[in-house]
Protein backbone atom coordinates (compact mmCIF):
# COMPACT_ATOMS: atom_id res chain seq x y z
CA UNK A 1 0.00 0.00 0.00
CA UNK A 2 2.81 1.80 0.69
CA UNK A 3 5.18 1.03 -1.36
CA UNK A 4 7.28 -0.43 0.64
CA UNK A 5 7.68 -3.26 3.37
CA UNK A 6 7.01 -3.15 7.41
CA UNK A 7 10.76 -4.14 7.30
CA UNK A 8 12.01 -0.95 5.10
CA UNK A 9 9.49 1.09 7.39
CA UNK A 10 11.41 -0.33 10.43
CA UNK A 11 14.82 0.06 9.20
CA UNK A 12 14.35 3.74 8.56
CA UNK A 13 12.68 4.24 12.10
CA UNK A 14 15.73 2.80 13.51
CA UNK A 15 17.98 4.42 11.05
CA UNK A 16 16.79 8.18 11.94
CA UNK A 17 16.51 7.28 15.15
CA UNK A 18 20.45 7.12 15.39
CA UNK A 19 21.17 9.83 13.64
CA UNK A 20 18.88 11.82 15.31
CA UNK A 21 20.98 14.36 17.16
CA UNK A 22 19.65 16.92 19.37
CA UNK A 23 20.58 20.51 18.41
CA UNK A 24 23.82 22.69 20.11
CA UNK A 25 22.88 24.75 22.91
CA UNK A 26 24.95 27.50 24.02
CA UNK A 27 26.32 25.67 27.22
CA UNK A 28 27.30 23.11 24.65
CA UNK A 29 29.41 25.49 22.43
CA UNK A 30 30.86 27.17 25.77
CA UNK A 31 32.45 23.41 27.12
CA UNK A 32 33.08 22.96 23.63
CA UNK A 33 35.70 26.25 23.01
CA UNK A 34 36.79 25.76 26.39
CA UNK A 35 38.08 21.59 25.91
CA UNK A 36 38.85 21.92 22.26
CA UNK A 37 42.11 22.55 22.46
CA UNK A 38 42.23 19.28 25.67
CA UNK A 39 40.96 16.53 24.52
CA UNK A 40 40.45 14.58 21.71
CA UNK A 41 36.99 14.51 19.47
CA UNK A 42 36.31 11.48 20.70
CA UNK A 43 36.43 12.38 24.14
CA UNK A 44 34.44 15.63 23.24
CA UNK A 45 31.98 13.75 21.52
CA UNK A 46 31.00 11.62 24.73
CA UNK A 47 31.16 14.28 27.19
CA UNK A 48 29.39 16.62 25.11
CA UNK A 49 26.76 13.95 23.99
CA UNK A 50 26.78 14.39 20.25
CA UNK A 51 29.07 12.50 17.16
CA UNK A 52 33.08 12.81 16.39
CA UNK A 53 31.92 13.99 13.08
CA UNK A 54 29.22 16.42 14.65
CA UNK A 55 31.49 17.98 17.41
CA UNK A 56 34.36 18.72 14.03
CA UNK A 57 31.43 20.14 12.25
CA UNK A 58 30.52 22.31 15.47
CA UNK A 59 33.68 23.45 16.11
CA UNK A 60 34.57 24.53 12.39
CA UNK A 61 31.23 26.21 12.68
CA UNK A 62 32.68 28.23 15.74
CA UNK A 63 35.99 28.61 13.74
CA UNK A 64 37.89 26.50 16.05
CA UNK A 65 41.41 25.34 15.18
CA UNK A 66 43.52 22.37 16.99
CA UNK A 67 46.60 24.50 17.91
CA UNK A 68 50.20 22.81 17.19
CA UNK A 69 50.87 20.33 19.96
CA UNK A 70 54.25 19.47 21.32
CA UNK A 71 54.54 15.54 22.20
CA UNK A 72 55.55 14.87 25.42
CA UNK A 73 58.71 12.87 26.22
CA UNK A 74 58.98 9.99 28.14
CA UNK A 75 61.75 12.27 29.93
CA UNK A 76 58.52 14.91 30.76
CA UNK A 77 56.01 12.54 31.59
CA UNK A 78 58.40 10.49 34.32
CA UNK A 79 58.88 14.41 35.68
CA UNK A 80 55.16 15.29 35.79
CA UNK A 81 54.57 11.86 37.79
CA UNK A 82 56.81 12.33 39.83
CA UNK A 83 56.06 15.90 40.71
CA UNK A 84 52.28 15.46 40.57
CA UNK A 85 51.66 15.15 44.40
CA UNK A 86 53.62 17.52 46.05
CA UNK A 87 53.02 20.65 43.79
CA UNK A 88 50.87 22.44 42.33
CA UNK A 89 49.72 22.58 38.25
CA UNK A 90 50.88 25.87 37.92
CA UNK A 91 54.14 25.36 39.48
CA UNK A 92 54.44 22.06 37.54
CA UNK A 93 53.71 24.16 34.29
CA UNK A 94 56.64 26.46 35.12
CA UNK A 95 59.01 23.72 35.43
CA UNK A 96 58.32 21.73 32.25
CA UNK A 97 58.04 25.19 30.11
CA UNK A 98 54.42 24.01 29.23
CA UNK A 99 50.93 26.01 29.24
CA UNK A 100 48.45 25.01 32.34
CA UNK A 101 45.92 23.94 30.48
CA UNK A 102 48.63 21.15 29.23
CA UNK A 103 49.97 19.65 32.44
CA UNK A 104 46.56 19.33 33.54
CA UNK A 105 45.11 17.70 30.22
CA UNK A 106 48.04 15.08 30.33
CA UNK A 107 47.84 14.43 33.75
CA UNK A 108 44.32 13.57 33.05
CA UNK A 109 44.98 11.46 30.05
CA UNK A 110 47.66 9.39 32.41
CA UNK A 111 45.03 8.98 35.23
CA UNK A 112 46.87 10.63 37.93
CA UNK A 113 45.22 11.90 40.74
CA UNK A 114 46.40 13.98 44.10
CA UNK A 115 45.64 12.75 47.32
CA UNK A 116 43.88 15.15 49.52
CA UNK A 117 45.75 16.01 52.64
CA UNK A 118 43.22 18.09 54.74
CA UNK A 119 44.89 17.92 57.80
CA UNK A 120 47.42 18.93 58.86
CA UNK A 121 49.76 17.37 61.69
CA UNK A 122 50.94 19.49 64.95
CA UNK A 123 54.35 19.01 63.75
CA UNK A 124 53.78 20.21 60.21
CA UNK A 125 51.73 23.53 62.00
CA UNK A 126 54.70 24.29 64.30
CA UNK A 127 56.93 24.35 61.91
CA UNK A 128 54.33 26.61 59.39
CA UNK A 129 54.14 29.53 62.26
CA UNK A 130 57.62 28.96 63.15
CA UNK A 131 59.21 29.68 59.41
CA UNK A 132 56.47 31.48 57.52
CA UNK A 133 56.54 34.94 58.86
CA UNK A 134 61.18 34.43 57.64
CA UNK A 135 60.94 31.81 54.92
CA UNK A 136 59.45 32.04 51.25
CA UNK A 137 56.67 29.91 51.09
CA UNK A 138 58.70 27.67 48.05
CA UNK A 139 60.86 26.54 50.34
CA UNK A 140 58.38 25.95 52.94
CA UNK A 141 56.37 24.11 51.10
CA UNK A 142 59.79 22.06 49.46
CA UNK A 143 59.67 20.74 53.67
CA UNK A 144 56.40 20.12 54.08
CA UNK A 145 56.14 18.03 50.77
CA UNK A 146 53.10 20.41 49.85
CA UNK A 147 51.78 22.71 47.23
CA UNK A 148 52.42 26.48 47.66
CA UNK A 149 48.70 27.14 47.07
CA UNK A 150 48.05 24.92 50.30
CA UNK A 151 50.73 26.14 52.34
CA UNK A 152 49.11 29.69 51.51
CA UNK A 153 45.74 28.25 52.35
CA UNK A 154 46.80 27.31 55.55
CA UNK A 155 48.52 30.47 56.64
CA UNK A 156 45.87 32.73 56.12
CA UNK A 157 44.19 30.47 58.17
CA UNK A 158 46.36 30.83 60.92
CA UNK A 159 46.47 34.76 60.34
CA UNK A 160 50.37 34.57 59.73
CA UNK A 161 51.87 37.25 57.56
CA UNK A 162 55.23 37.61 56.45
CA UNK A 163 57.78 40.05 58.17
CA UNK A 164 59.80 40.52 55.58
CA UNK A 165 59.27 42.26 51.87
CA UNK A 166 61.09 40.19 49.52
CA UNK A 167 62.28 41.69 46.57
CA UNK A 168 61.17 40.56 43.17
CA UNK A 169 63.93 39.23 41.16
CA UNK A 170 63.82 39.26 37.14
CA UNK A 171 62.91 35.87 36.75
CA UNK A 172 60.14 36.20 38.91
CA UNK A 173 58.89 39.52 37.10
CA UNK A 174 59.20 37.64 33.90
CA UNK A 175 57.41 35.19 35.43
CA UNK A 176 54.47 37.14 36.25
CA UNK A 177 53.96 39.23 32.87
CA UNK A 178 53.86 35.34 31.17
CA UNK A 179 51.21 34.39 32.87
CA UNK A 180 49.38 37.17 34.65
CA UNK A 181 46.88 38.08 31.82
CA UNK A 182 45.29 34.08 31.37
CA UNK A 183 45.70 32.61 34.84
CA UNK A 184 43.89 33.22 38.30
CA UNK A 185 45.91 35.35 40.31
CA UNK A 186 45.90 32.85 42.77
CA UNK A 187 47.63 30.42 40.26
CA UNK A 188 49.80 32.85 39.72
CA UNK A 189 51.17 33.55 43.23
CA UNK A 190 51.12 30.20 43.93
CA UNK A 191 53.64 29.38 41.02
CA UNK A 192 55.77 32.32 41.93
CA UNK A 193 55.46 31.45 46.18
CA UNK A 194 53.67 34.73 46.82
CA UNK A 195 50.72 35.78 48.24
CA UNK A 196 47.49 36.91 46.51
CA UNK A 197 47.70 40.53 47.73
CA UNK A 198 51.80 40.41 46.94
CA UNK A 199 51.17 39.61 43.28
CA UNK A 200 48.33 41.28 42.74
CA UNK A 201 49.93 44.49 43.98
CA UNK A 202 53.05 43.91 42.03
CA UNK A 203 50.63 43.56 38.61
CA UNK A 204 49.18 46.96 39.39
CA UNK A 205 52.84 48.51 40.15
CA UNK A 206 54.05 46.86 36.70
CA UNK A 207 50.89 48.28 34.46
CA UNK A 208 49.98 44.39 33.76
CA UNK A 209 46.24 43.46 32.99
CA UNK A 210 43.96 40.68 32.69
CA UNK A 211 42.88 39.41 29.87
CA UNK A 212 39.10 39.55 29.47
CA UNK A 213 37.20 36.17 28.91
CA UNK A 214 35.04 36.46 25.29
CA UNK A 215 31.33 36.61 25.45
CA UNK A 216 29.78 32.94 24.41
CA UNK A 217 27.90 33.42 21.34
CA UNK A 218 24.76 32.06 21.45
Not at 147 to 175: F, H, M, N, T
Request: charged content about 30%.
Amino acid sequence: MFGCSVGAIEYKRYQSGIRKVAPWSAADNRLLKRLFNRKSLEQLAEKLGHTPCGVRKQANRLGLNKRHIRHWSADEVELLKSLWLNQSTGEIAVRLNRPYSSVLGKAYTLGLKRMRRSHWSRKELTLLKKEYPIKPTWQIAAALGRPCSSVQRKALELGLAKEYSRAWSAREIRLLKKHYATQRVSQTAAMLGRSYKATAQEAIKLGLRRMRKRQPSS
